[in-house]
């Protein structure tokens, strides 16, 4: 991005649409996210897909379990293998006996994420028109 380049923002939903500790699933230009607000307060927007699999994370969930069960300790945990995500895209936990990456290993994100700001009562995600 050039020095010159400004920001495109994209407003998602009201804030007050995303409680603490909730997540919901949406699209930014055609990206799958999982937009989800921590303990804390601060909104997160990260990839829906897994970095592990490329498995729809989701679809992890047991048939009725909520979105929010995707959230432990404000990290997202993909229901699939067990691996959790910080809000950086890091992976954070891998259960024992699975084979570690070396990206994961040397601490690099692997999970996209998006980078998100709250203005006028809504959730704005950046960096969605970049495939
Ligand atoms: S597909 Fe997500 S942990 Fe394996």
Redesign the pocket.
Known sequence: MSRHETTHWQRQLPSAALARGQVLATSCGGHDILLYRSAAGQCRAISAY?P??N?Y?PN?LAPGEPLAALLVEDELH?P????RFNGAGQCTHIPSGQRVPAAVRSGRAIARTWRVREREGYIELAGCESQ
């Open positions: 897994c592990h699999m498995n994370i992890g993909c699939f293998h067990g691996w």
